[in-house]
C-alpha cells in the first residue's frame, strides 16, 4: 500500500514539473529590475532630504549627493522611459 | 516507508532542479520546471514530516524514534515538539525549513532577485539533496523496532518547555535561511552580476532576525529550565549558534554599505560566505558530538559528512570570490573615515574579532589536544573578559554611527548632535557609580545608555524635521518615517532594544545566591527577603514522582509571593528535573530551586538566586525584535512611483 502512494505521489509531481516542458513559455522581457532601482533611488533621495532638514547632512554635502542621485535618477529614467514609454499601468 | 520513500523522492526532485535550472539559459522552460521541483521537494518533505507527526501523535511505538521521543503521558505540545526532540527528528524539520525556504525563493516575485535564481537553485538544491541524504540514510526518523513496547520512554525532561516548542524551529530558520543570501551571493559570482546586494536584503534579515530570536529564546529556555540561575554560560553549542549570528550582524551591515556606495563588494561575498558555512558548523558541533555540551546530540556518522560539506562551502565561496576578484571592484572610494561606511567598517572589523575570540574559545578543547596533546577549556570568565570590551565598541560605534552622515561628516557635528546621549549616559553612569560603587557597572550603563539614548533622540529629530516639512504631529511623523525607510528607523528600535539588554546584562554582576537547608516550617533570610518554607507535597503521576516546595516570599513584614518549585524524577529517565519557580520584577528576578530532598524528612535544601534586571533583557529582545520585524515587513512606500512615465515625474519633482 505505501509503496503505491509512493509512486502516486511520484507520478504526480512529476507530471506537475515536466509539464512546462512540454508548453510554451509565457515569459516576457520587463525592465522591472530597472524600475526598482529607481524606486530605491527616490527613496534615497527622500531620506537625504530628511537628514538635510535634521542637520544630519551639510548644505554642501546635501547639494552634491542630491545631484550624484538626480544623475543617477536620469539615467534609469530615460532608460525606462525608452524601454516602457507608457508605463506599465 | 512512506516517510522515507517520500524523502528519497525530494532527493530526485532537488537534484533535477540543480540540473535543469543552470540549463536554462538554453531552454528558458527548464528554469519552470527546475522551480516546480524545488516546490516538489518541499512537498515530499513536508509529506514525510507530516507521517512522523502522525505517527507520533498515533503513538506508534514501532518507530524507533517515536519511542524514543514521546510517551502515552505526553501533553499534545510535547507530542509535536518530539518531532525535533532527536538527532533524526531534528534532521527531518533541519530538511523541511531549508525546502520550504528553496521553494519560497525560487518563486519570488522580486525584479531585482529573478536573475538569480538559476544559479541559486543549484546551490539550494546541492543542500536539500546532502541534508536530506543524511537524514534518509543516516539518521531515518522512520527505523523500526523489532519489538513493538506499550508505552515510549519519552522526551528528555529537560525539554519539556514552552520554548522547546519555539525555539528549535526559530533557530533553525535563522541558521538555514543564511544559506540564501550565500546562494544568491553565489549566483551573482557565476553569472558576472554584482548588484545582488539589494536583492537580498530581505533575505538577509529574516533569518538574522530569527537566529537573534532563537537565541534569546534559548537564553529563556535554560533559564527557566536548567537550574544554573543564568541565562547564558557560552557553552560550546550556544557559541556555535552566535557565530553565525555575528557574522550575519556584519552582513548586514556591510550590505548597507554596498548597496549605497558599491563598496565593500570582496567583503559582502566573503561574509555570505563566512555566515552560511558558521551555520553548517554550527549543526556539525551539535549533531557530530565533537564538543560535549548540554543542547548535543549523542555522537553520529553524519558528524563527518557534515564536515565534508563544510569543506566543500568554504572552497567554493572562497574559489568563486577569488575567480571574480577584478569585477568585485568598489565602483566608488571612501571619502572620508568619518562617515557611516567607515563606521560601518570598524563595526564589521569588531564583529570579525568576535566571530573570531568565540570560534577560539569554542574551538580550543579540540585545538589544544591536538597540539599539545591535552585539553585546554575555556570558560564564561575568558568569553566575558574577551567579549565584553568588544561589545562595548560595538555599542559605541553603533552611536556614533547613527549621527553620522555618509561620505563625510563632520566631527563638530557629530561631536554636537552626540552631546544631549553623553549627557544622559554621563548622569544615569555616575547614579549608577555612587549607587554600586562599580566601576565595570557603570561603563556598561554608560554606553547602553549612549546608543539607546541616540536611537531615540535621532529619530524624535528626523520626525520633527519631517513634520515641520509637511505639518504632521510628531508621532505621525515616527510612523511616516519607520513606513518610508523601515530600515533606518527599525534599526534604531533594534538599537534601542539591544542597549535595553545591555542594561539587564548588567544585572549579572550583581547576582547573588545562597544554599540552605530548612524544615517545613522553618524560614531564611536572602537579599532583603524572608523565606517561609510552608510545606512539602509529593504525589505521583503516571510518569514521573513529583516534590512540590510551598514557599512564602515575606518582605518588610507583608508576604509578596507563593513560590512553588518542584524536583521531579521521570521514571523513564531516571534522573532528578528541576522546576524552577521565580518571582520576577522589573528591578530583579528571585530564583528558587528546589535542590534535594531528604528521604527520611521532608527537610529540603533550597539553592536561591536573586537576579537584577533580568526582566530588562527580554523587554529589549521584545524592542529589539519588533525593530527587526519593521524593518522587513515594512516596505518602503514608493512602490509604484517609478511605474508609469507620469509617476515617475511627479516623484521626481517631489
Same mark, same amino acid.
Given at each position: 500500500?505505501?509503496?503505491?502512494?509512493?509512486?502516486?505521489?511520484?507520478?504526480?509531481?512529476?507530471?506537475?514539473?515536466?509539464?512546462?516542458?512540454?508548453?510554451?513559455?509565457?515569459?516576457?522581457?520587463?525592465?522591472?529590475?530597472?524600475?526598482?532601482?529607481?524606486?530605491?533611488?527616490?527613496?534615497?533621495?527622500? %531620506?537625504? %532630504?530628511?537628514?538635510?532638514?535634521?542637520?544630519?547632512?551639510?548644505?554642501?554635502?546635501?547639494?552634491?549627493?542630491?545631484?550624484?542621485? %538626480?544623475?543617477?535618477?536620469?539615467?534609469?529614467?530615460?532608460?525606462?522611459?525608452?524601454?516602457?514609454?507608457?508605463?506599465?499601468? | 516507508?512512506?516517510?522515507?520513500?517520500?524523502?528519497?523522492?525530494?532527493?530526485?526532485?532537488?537534484?533535477?532542479?540543480?540540473? !535543469? !535550472?543552470?540549463?536554462?539559459?538554453?531552454?528558458?522552460?527548464?528554469?519552470?520546471?527546475?522551480?516546480?521541483?524545488?516546490?516538489?521537494?518541499?512537498?515530499?518533505?513536508?509529506?514525510?514530516?507530516?507521517?512522523?507527526?502522525?505517527?507520533?501523535? !498515533?503513538?506508534?511505538?514501532?518507530?524507533?524514534?517515536?519511542?524514543?521521543?514521546?510517551?502515552?503521558?505526553?501533553?499534545?505540545?510535547?507530542?509535536?515538539?518530539?518531532?525535533?526532540?532527536?538527532?533524526?527528528?531534528?534532521?527531518?524539520?533541519?530538511?523541511?525549513?531549508?525546502?520550504?525556504?528553496?521553494?519560497?525563493? /525560487?518563486?519570488?516575485? $522580486?525584479?531585482?532577485?529573478?536573475?538569480?535564481?538559476?544559479?541559486?537553485?543549484?546551490?539550494?538544491?546541492?543542500?536539500?539533496?546532502?541534508?536530506?541524504?543524511?537524514? +534518509?540514510?543516516?539518521?531515518?526518523?522512520?527505523?523500526?523496532?523489532?519489538?513493538?513496547? +506499550? #508505552?515510549?520512554?519519552?522526551?528528555?525532561?529537560?525539554?519539556?518547555?514552552?520554548?522547546?516548542?519555539?525555539?528549535?524551529?526559530?533557530?533553525?530558520?535563522?541558521?538555514?535561511?543564511?544559506?540564501?543570501?550565500?546562494?544568491?551571493?553565489?549566483?551573482?559570482?557565476?553569472?558576472?552580476?554584482?548588484?545582488?546586494?539589494?536583492?537580498?536584503?530581505?533575505?538577509?534579515?529574516?533569518?538574522?532576525?530569527?537566529?537573534?530570536?532563537?537565541?534569546?529564546?534559548?537564553?529563556?529556555?535554560?533559564?527557566? &529550565?536548567?537550574?544554573?540561575?543564568?541565562?547564558?554560560?557560552?557553552?560550546?553549542?550556544?557559541? +556555535?549558534?552566535?557565530?553565525?549570528?555575528?557574522?550575519?550582524?556584519?552582513?548586514?551591515?556591510?550590505?548597507?554599505? &554596498? #548597496?549605497?556606495?558599491?563598496?565593500?563588494?570582496?567583503?559582502?561575498?566573503?561574509?555570505?560566505?563566512?555566515?552560511?558555512?558558521?551555520?553548517?558548523?554550527?549543526? @556539525?558541533?551539535?549533531?557530530?558530538?565533537?564538543?560535549?555540551?548540554?543542547?548535543?546530540?549523542?555522537?553520529?556518522?553524519?558528524?563527518?559528512? @557534515?564536515?565534508?560539506?563544510?569543506?566543500?562551502?568554504?572552497?567554493?565561496?572562497?574559489?568563486?570570490?577569488?575567480?571574480?576578484?577584478?569585477?568585485? *571592484?568598489?565602483?566608488?572610494? @571612501?571619502?572620508?573615515?568619518?562617515?557611516?561606511?567607515?563606521?560601518?567598517?570598524?563595526?564589521?572589523?569588531?564583529?570579525?574579532?568576535?566571530?573570531?575570540?568565540?570560534?577560539?574559545?569554542?574551538?580550543?578543547?579540540?585545538?589544544?589536544?591536538?597540539?599539545?596533546?591535552? &585539553?585546554? !577549556?575555556?570558560?564564561?570568565?575568558?568569553?566575558?573578559?574577551?567579549?565584553?570590551?568588544?561589545?562595548?565598541?560595538?555599542?559605541?560605534?553603533?552611536?556614533?554611527?547613527?549621527?553620522?552622515?555618509?561620505?563625510?561628516?563632520?566631527?563638530?557635528?557629530?561631536?554636537? *548632535?552626540?552631546?544631549?546621549?553623553?549627557?544622559?549616559?554621563?548622569?544615569?553612569?555616575?547614579?549608577?557609580?555612587?549607587?554600586? *560603587?562599580?566601576?565595570?557597572?557603570?561603563?556598561?550603563?554608560?554606553?547602553?545608555?549612549?546608543?539607546?539614548?541616540?536611537?531615540?533622540?535621532?529619530?524624535?529629530?528626523?520626525?520633527?524635521?519631517?513634520?515641520?516639512?509637511?505639518?504632521?504631529?510628531?508621532?505621525?511623523?515616527?510612523?511616516?518615517?519607520?513606513?518610508?525607510?523601515?530600515?533606518?528607523?527599525?534599526?534604531?528600535?533594534?538599537?534601542?532594544?539591544?542597549?535595553?539588554?545591555?542594561?539587564?546584562?548588567?544585572?549579572?554582576?550583581?547576582?547573588?545566591?545562597?544554599?540552605?537547608?530548612?524544615?517545613?516550617?522553618?524560614?531564611?533570610?536572602?537579599?532583603?527577603?524572608?523565606?517561609?518554607? *510552608?510545606?512539602?507535597?509529593? @504525589?505521583?503521576?503516571?510518569?514521573?514522582?513529583?516534590?512540590?516546595?510551598? /514557599?512564602?516570599?515575606?518582605?518588610?513584614?507583608?508576604?509578596?509571593?507563593?513560590?512553588?518549585?518542584?524536583?521531579?524524577?521521570?521514571?523513564?529517565?531516571?534522573?532528578?528535573?528541576?522546576?524552577? =519557580?521565580?518571582?520576577?520584577?522589573?528591578?530583579? #528576578?528571585?530564583?528558587?530551586?528546589?535542590?534535594?530532598?531528604?528521604?527520611?524528612? #521532608?527537610?529540603?535544601?533550597?539553592?536561591?538566586?536573586?537576579?537584577?534586571?533580568?526582566?530588562?533583557?527580554?523587554?529589549?529582545?521584545?524592542?529589539?525584535?519588533?525593530?527587526?520585524?519593521? =524593518?522587513?515587513?515594512?516596505?518602503?512606500?514608493?512602490?509604484?512611483?517609478? $511605474?508609469?512615465?507620469?509617476?515617475?515625474?511627479?516623484?521626481?519633482?517631489?
Amino acid at each position: 500500500m505505501d509503496a503505491l502512494i509512493l509512486v502516486g505521489v511520484l507520478l504526480v509531481l512529476t507530471a506537475w514539473v515536466a509539464a512546462p516542458l512540454y508548453g510554451r513559455d509565457a515569459a516576457s522581457a520587463t525592465d522591472d529590475a530597472t524600475r526598482a532601482r529607481l524606486d530605491a533611488l527616490l527613496g534615497r533621495l527622500r %531620506e537625504l %532630504e530628511v537628514d538635510h532638514a535634521s542637520g544630519l547632512v551639510t548644505d554642501d554635502g546635501y547639494a552634491q549627493q542630491r545631484a550624484e542621485t %538626480e544623475a543617477e535618477a536620469a539615467r534609469l529614467t530615460q532608460r525606462l522611459d525608452q524601454v516602457d514609454p507608457n508605463g506599465t499601468d | 516507508m512512506l516517510g522515507r520513500g517520500l524523502l528519497f523522492v525530494a532527493i530526485g526532485f532537488a537534484a533535477f532542479a540543480s540540473l !535543469a !535550472a543552470p540549463a536554462s539559459a538554453r531552454r528558458p522552460e527548464l528554469l519552470v520546471a527546475a522551480r516546480r521541483a524545488m516546490v516538489a521537494a518541499a512537498i515530499a518533505i513536508a509529506g514525510s514530516a507530516v507521517l512522523l507527526w502522525y505517527a507520533l501523535f !498515533a503513538r506508534d511505538f514501532s518507530l524507533s524514534y517515536v519511542w524514543a521521543s514521546t510517551s502515552r503521558a505526553a501533553q499534545p505540545w510535547y507530542t509535536f515538539s518530539a518531532l525535533w526532540s532527536g538527532m533524526a527528528g531534528s534532521l527531518l524539520l533541519w530538511c523541511l525549513i531549508l525546502a520550504v525556504y528553496a521553494a519560497v525563493f /525560487v518563486r519570488t516575485r $522580486s525584479p531585482l532577485l529573478r536573475p538569480f535564481v538559476p544559479w541559486a537553485i543549484p546551490v539550494l538544491g546541492a543542500c536539500v539533496v546532502f541534508f536530506v541524504a543524511i537524514t +534518509a540514510v543516516f539518521e531515518n526518523p522512520f527505523a523500526r523496532l523489532d519489538v513493538v513496547p +506499550a #508505552d515510549g520512554r519519552g522526551m528528555n525532561p529537560l525539554l519539556h518547555s514552552p520554548g522547546m516548542v519555539i525555539h528549535p524551529p526559530l533557530l533553525y530558520a535563522g541558521l538555514i535561511g543564511l544559506l540564501i543570501p550565500f546562494a544568491v551571493a553565489v549566483s551573482a559570482m557565476v553569472t558576472k552580476r554584482p548588484d545582488w546586494i539589494g536583492a537580498v536584503r530581505r533575505w538577509t534579515l529574516v533569518p538574522w532576525l530569527a537566529l537573534g530570536a532563537g537565541l534569546v529564546l534559548g537564553g529563556s529556555w535554560a533559564y527557566t &529550565e536548567l537550574g544554573w540561575g543564568g541565562y547564558w554560560g557560552w557553552d560550546p553549542v550556544e557559541n +556555535a549558534a552566535l557565530l553565525p549570528w555575528l557574522a550575519a550582524t556584519a552582513f548586514v551591515h556591510s550590505s548597507m554599505v &554596498e #548597496d549605497r556606495r558599491g563598496m565593500l563588494r570582496v567583503w559582502n561575498v566573503f561574509l555570505a560566505t563566512a555566515a552560511a558555512t558558521l551555520a553548517v558548523f554550527g549543526t @556539525f558541533l551539535t549533531r557530530s558530538g565533537l564538543l560535549s555540551s548540554v543542547h548535543a546530540f549523542a555522537e553520529s556518522p553524519v558528524g563527518r559528512w @557534515f564536515f565534508v560539506f563544510l569543506g566543500v562551502q568554504t572552497v567554493l565561496g572562497l574559489s568563486l570570490l577569488a575567480w571574480r576578484w577584478p569585477m568585485l *571592484r568598489a565602483d566608488d572610494r @571612501f571619502d572620508s573615515a568619518v562617515s557611516k561606511e567607515g563606521l560601518f567598517l570598524v563595526n564589521n572589523f569588531v564583529f570579525l574579532a568576535a566571530v573570531f575570540v568565540v570560534l577560539w574559545g569554542t574551538l580550543l578543547p579540540l585545538t589544544s589536544e591536538a597540539i599539545w596533546g591535552r &585539553e585546554i !577549556a575555556v570558560g564564561p570568565p575568558f568569553f566575558n573578559r574577551v567579549f565584553s570590551p568588544l561589545a562595548a565598541i560595538l555599542l559605541v560605534v553603533a552611536a556614533i554611527g547613527s549621527v553620522t552622515p555618509w561620505r563625510r561628516g563632520s566631527s563638530r557635528a557629530i561631536v554636537l *548632535r552626540l552631546t544631549g546621549p553623553a549627557i544622559a549616559a554621563t548622569v544615569l553612569a555616575g547614579v549608577t557609580l555612587l549607587v554600586t *560603587r562599580r566601576a565595570d557597572a557603570s561603563g556598561v550603563v554608560w554606553v547602553a545608555t549612549l546608543l539607546g539614548a541616540t536611537s531615540l533622540i535621532e529619530t524624535v529629530r528626523a520626525a520633527r524635521a519631517r513634520g515641520a516639512a509637511t505639518g504632521s504631529s510628531t508621532r505621525a511623523s515616527v510612523a511616516a518615517l519607520l513606513a518610508r525607510n523601515p530600515r533606518r528607523y527599525g534599526g534604531y528600535l533594534v538599537h534601542l532594544g539591544v542597549a535595553v539588554m545591555v542594561i539587564g546584562f548588567a544585572g549579572s554582576l550583581f547576582r547573588t545566591q545562597t544554599q540552605v537547608e530548612v524544615s517545613p516550617g522553618g524560614s531564611f533570610d536572602f537579599a532583603g527577603y524572608t523565606f517561609v518554607y *510552608r510545606e512539602l507535597q509529593r @504525589f505521583s503521576p503516571p510518569d514521573k514522582d513529583v516534590n512540590l516546595a510551598v /514557599v512564602d516570599v515575606r518582605r518588610g513584614g507583608g508576604a509578596i509571593a507563593t513560590l512553588r518549585p518542584q524536583l521531579n524524577l521521570h521514571r523513564n529517565w531516571d534522573q532528578p528535573q528541576s522546576e524552577i =519557580a521565580i518571582r520576577s520584577t522589573p528591578r530583579a #528576578d528571585l530564583y528558587l530551586i528546589l535542590a534535594g530532598t531528604r528521604a527520611t524528612s #521532608d527537610d529540603t535544601v533550597f539553592r536561591v538566586h536573586h537576579n537584577p534586571l533580568v526582566m530588562w533583557v527580554w523587554i529589549g529582545a521584545v524592542i529589539a525584535v519588533l525593530g527587526g520585524l519593521s =524593518a522587513i515587513a515594512l516596505r518602503p512606500r514608493r512602490r509604484r512611483e517609478a $511605474s508609469t512615465p507620469a509617476t515617475r515625474q511627479a516623484a521626481w519633482t517631489r
